[in-house]
């Protein structure tokens, strides 16, 4: 009876608690985005680049096996999907209906984002570190809010990858203890599945940890190496459907990656300390990071170290500015990484406190008040200009996106137009709006450092949708149509049989076929495009078709049953503390 | 007995005011650049200094441009005119009229805010120096002219905010509200919309609602009654003529928020620590302190409200800004009364006092920053010359190029030119102006005319005037040129309602109000000295007698007061 009675008290109180903060921290997403999500919003680059990559795989959740790209970004069919990972990014975009059109799927993306990143430190403060509920809401939400103000300029990217932190650090956190690996593999994977370089922060940091970790251990050394082989055979099975792709095509073709001036490298982006200084984000973390140290009585090297070489404080990037290093970017990435994770294991260490009860409604207050203050960034990045004389929002109109497409423009104009609203994505030129050059075949462009494709010479043909006849004749296409797994047009006049390069990438290891009016026809690439040798005339329709290659199919099979089997571990090995009681017997 | 109470509660008050001159006292002692709004406020200090009921003219004939604009009805002037009667006649320097006022009026701040701390709350002197100093600092130097005199009420609004529940709770309601209505009316808007907040919450949270209602009713009574001064004159006026009110555009409305800035703002950082610091030592955040944060909230660029309520009357608060401002004030006050309803050990006291000096050192580094002179490579601070206002005023500059003139000592401000350097078009008649949006008489079409003291004939012709002289309630020049018997536009702004006369060498004449503008019909020979007189219109004086009669009802009703009263007669 007494047992029934408690399971009864239990369901209303505690799991009805638990399913308000659940609702609580939507509530909260919506809210903190709220300026994003009513009006009219203005894009800059990167935000751009991610809403195109949305457009891509929105729709049908197996879009993204698709190699090529045939929908935004120029519908020229590049290979950001592959090169730019879109596991997290595809499970997001497709959890939202279809019918609310890009912009609306975009806004919703931005509001699930926010929710995802929440609710993945929650689940880490309140499942595994058992955590007060209260203390584990503040901090999931200010978490959220620090990361998506710290990221607000380009929110798709690598704010995806922040989902992973809380989970690696629980997992390194837990790794000698208990079947941290678990958890530790299953951040990984997370962050393999968002953002590269990232993922190859979080990878170096695990492995110098763990190294300082396995020295440090007196006993059991085999034990300590046998739980963390299995965490890296776990990370590379659950993320082959990226990785092996990524390898497939670079090793058959030569891509171009971002370009990197090495000035960027050693110059102005190294982070200041005048600049940490004035940056709220940083102040907030780094608060909560002497708070914890202070509770704690002690720190992490590592964090201190990664977090230092991404200032001005190491000379490091002058001499490394000519080696593979490089690819980073921008050492401060580096300083935002370290911040960020050193801020995840603050917090793991103060959650834990448990907060007076004359004070919680102090700190709730006061951290919601913050939150909402720190929001404020998010005006500043999205809201609209305003017109001087009416004071009318200004937006972009159909004329200046059909301007922008007949002139070349690259995609560094975007901060000039007004705001988007969703009719404007109706108008299919909007999507070559941004041309960036990245991941396309290297021989498809005049010079490889060209940040757009518009400013190349040879590239921006097939940007423009042009046919290009013998290397020399350019010939404009209409009736250009695509969907995710085809691309057809017509040309503007009849062209007798010669070597007719399209306005397609073409990439080697690819599964492409080439129709005209519905018979196949054989096809070779050169100069990165897809090249057919025969007569075209103005009534043909060219249709050119993708498949899913099962380079593609295969490891994405092996990467979902590992997962899965993560998961499946992750509920069964008692990781999920699932009782104070359970807690204490530890 | 008594008389050494009395002396140890004045030494407070002196103390207090040697803080005002120190703190200001780069201020104090150096030329002043006049940035923004300054010049207008000071304009309206020194029109307001030439008599103790100054404000009950309703046109300004004295400053800002001399052209009788309708300034003391639409810009409320009491808490000004109170302050400014204090001043010591020992100069008529215009500058020095306005550095006194603002020492004044930071020293009330202080004083209000001491009252409420000291007398109301009962904090021991040691705590309610220091706070009521540290929010004086904080106020005079992070809202400007306007704004500051409005918010000036917040201390007796918040203490009747947090009484709202008990019996007389509406006094000091009333009080806020009434001071807030004579110091600026965007900011008793802000006030009003506030307490009808409170008044929601209370209604949902707290048992006494009945109390509470009669409270809210007593205090819109007696605060409508008490401000009457300010809202009688505002409603007569605006009724009987069409005025031009301030600018509020929409862009400035959707953009002017607070944002993420606030962190690299010294002075609003130091306010944000100040009010942590305020919590953690009284260990609670009450009722007030949260709706204060809400209302700041509103004002910053976390939501997009701004963007749809600038098509409703909401406009006319001009920046949003300014609820992020009231509400941090609001909240700053609300922590404060906190604060010192907290019993504290003699050490934590110690500590509080000293802590107050680095942060309002912080805030003085601002006032030196944006007030200063800046000093050329010689040396010397650099200050306008005469010769540079002159300049100014020939080459027909107005509006905020004011700023490109470097500081104003007390020499450059006895210059005649002085009070033609702005000319607002701001509560100017709609017909007096040929673009409805000019914000400036200067760039106007028609209002230039006036603002440059011409006469304008009817058939266009424009006729300059010499020896134009101004005193509070007269204005008196000469044509240049002789008139035949004509209709003549006066280079003085006309509104129905007000009372004026017109006289020709002291001989009164007809005079009607045309296009906002005084109009006669009479020639004019060389010789003749053209007068135009206002007076006292009935609708000052009495809503003024009525507003001094609440005032003396609201003291009679104070506990404090009676007891005053009772030993002063039994004596």
Redesign the interface.
Known sequence: MFSKNSTHHFFQSETLKEVYTFIGMLLFSFL?L??LL??PIRFNGDSFFHLSRMESIHGNPLNFLYPQNFLSLGRIGGTTNIFYPVGVLNFIVNLIPTNIGILGTYRLTVVLILYINILSMYSVLRYFIKAPLLNSFLASILWGTLII?FDIGTIGGEILAKIAFPFVAVGLYYFKKRNGWILLSFGLILSISSHILTSLFLIVFTLLYLLVEFIKTKKNKLNFVVKGMKAAIATVLGSQYIIFPMVMLYANNKINTPPQMASAFVDYQLVYLSGII???TF?VMAVFIILSIIYEKKYSIGILLFTLSGTTAFIWPYIFNHTILNIIQFPYRLFNWGICLAFVFAIITLSRIQIPI??K??VT??LL?LC?????????SF?SK???D????LTISKEDVIKSFQEGHDGQHLGEYGSFTGTIFNQPEVWSLMNYSDYSPSEGLNDPQTKFLFWDQKAKNIVAHRLTKNANDNIPTTHFKTTASEISFRPTKSISKSTIELPVMGYKANKVKVFINHSEIPFTIQDGRITIDAAVTAKDTVYIKQFIPLWRLIPFFVSTLTIVVLIFLILRKHLFVKSQTFWSKL | MIKKKVLKESIPFLFIFLASLLILNTFILLPIKLPWDAYYHLSRVNNLSSGLLQFLYPQNFLTNSRIGSITNVFYPSVNMQLIVNLIPKISTNPLFIYKAFIILEFFFSAVIAYIILHFKIKSSILIATPLSILWATFLLTTVQGGDALGLMAIPAFAYGLENLTKNKGYVFVSIGLILSFYGHLITSILTIGTLLGFYLISLMSDSDRLRVTINIVKSGIISSLGAAVILVPITVISFSNKIHTPEASVQTFKTWIQSLDFFSSPTLITIALVIAAGISISKQISRGQIIALFIAIAGTSATCWTNFASSTPLLIIQMPVRIFYYGLFLLLFFTMINMSQTKLSKNAIRVLCFSVIPAILVVMFTIHDNLSPSIDNEGHLEVSTSQDIKDYVSEEKDGYDIMSLKAFSYSTARNDSFWQLMNYSDYAPKSALANSNSSMLLSDKKGRQIAKHLIVTSTGQNIKTIKFKASPDTISFYSTEKIAKEDLKLPILGYNGTVITVMINNKKINHSIKDGQIHIHQKLSLDDKVTVKQSIPAWEIIPFIISVLTWLFLLLNNNWFKTYLSKKIKY
């Not at chain 1, 009416?390 to 929002?393: E, K, L, M, N, S």
Request: proline share 3%; hydrophobic share 50%.
């Open positions: 903190l709220n300026v009513i009006i103000t004035t940056d709220p102040i004359q004070w409604k102090v207050i006061s008040f909402f203050l720190l929001g404020t960034a998010i005006h500043k809201f305003v017109s001087n009416t004071g009318y929002i």
